[in-house]
């Protein structure tokens, strides 16, 4: 049986089991349809001197761009035109382990087969150089397709600033509870693109957390790959409870501004 890079690391083999999780999840919930999707984390913390040592099983690649704070990074990245559902159940099979290059401005993968990450990858890099630039201790990346958010996307008095967050976070007290930065809005932008990363990296600099890409999906940050995974589930609960209220043909009242106050005070939340 071959090796891999996970046997005898508890706490990097729970990272990509986080991951191969939450991938599950995103493909339950029909959030992931075919290749659908990505999920990056930062894995460096969990990186010892034997992997450091370990040689590149494929050839560098350019990243597209020169991220001077992933000097020395380690990510696990899910594989490109591969389906959550079979990360799922073969997470090193359907990702890979890649370090970044002391130039910054390419990749090689170490292990554990030549999965080659997935197209987005220069966009969630540009996250993690951003978040780290800021002195942020989150290190994941989700993006999903939620089939109510998207929906609501194409309603474009809900892409005013901060019109869903409020929708959303009237819904339940949860919503703002455990999304407690809202939800912020980039407006359509062709997938993969270096513009497409730019905003979200701006409208995450605006102080959120998950950013709605008009009519395409959401892309969500955490301290691990559960926490981000957790803040867009409980906006889509929200989604949900305001899309059944319209099916029952009202539009729900939602809790007041004083309301959805007191929570933040009562929690201490940042909004």
């Not at 999780?21 to 659908?36: M, S, T």
């Not at 594989?79 to 997470?91: E, I, S, V």
Request: with cysteine; charged share 20%.
């Amino acid at each position: 049986m071959s090796q891999s890079i996970l046997d005898n690391r508890p706490a990097l083999a729970k990272e990509v089991n986080d991951v191969a999780e939450v991938a599950g999840y995103l493909w339950q919930k029909g959030w992931a349809e075919r290749n659908g999707g990505n999920i990056t984390v930062n894995i460096t913390d969990q990186v010892d001197d034997a992997i450091r040592a370990m040689p590149a099983i494929a050839e560098p690649v350019a990243i597209g761009l020169t991220l001077p704070n992933l000097k020395g990074c380690y990510f696990y990245c899910k594989g490109t035109n591969r389906r959550m559902r079979d990360l799922a159940r073969w997470p090193m099979d359907n990702g890979s382990i890649i370090r970044i290059l002391d130039d910054c401005a390419h990749y090689e993968i170490i292990a554990d087969k030549n999965v080659k990450p997935t197209s987005e990858l220069p966009s969630h890099l540009a996250v993690h150089n951003y978040l780290i630039g800021k002195g942020s201790n989150y290190k994941a990346s989700v993006h999903t397709h939620p089939i109510e958010l998207v929906a609501m996307s194409h309603n474009p008095k809900f892409l005013e600033k901060d019109v869903l967050t409020n929708i959303l976070w009237s819904m339940i007290p949860e919503t703002k509870a455990f999304c407690p930065r809202g939800l912020g809005i980039v407006p359509y932008m062709m997938p993969s693109t270096n513009e497409l990363a730019e905003a979200t990296i701006k409208t995450i600099d605006d102080n959120y957390d998950v950013v709605m890409w008009e009519k395409h999906g959401v892309f969500s940050v955490g301290e691990n790959v559960l926490e981000a995974f957790d803040m867009i589930d409980v906006l889509v609960k929200s989604a949900i409870i305001y899309m059944d209220a319209k099916c029952m043909g009202f539009e729900p009242d939602g809790m007041s501004q004083e309301q959805m106050q007191a929570i933040s005070k009562t929690f201490n939340l940042p909004k």
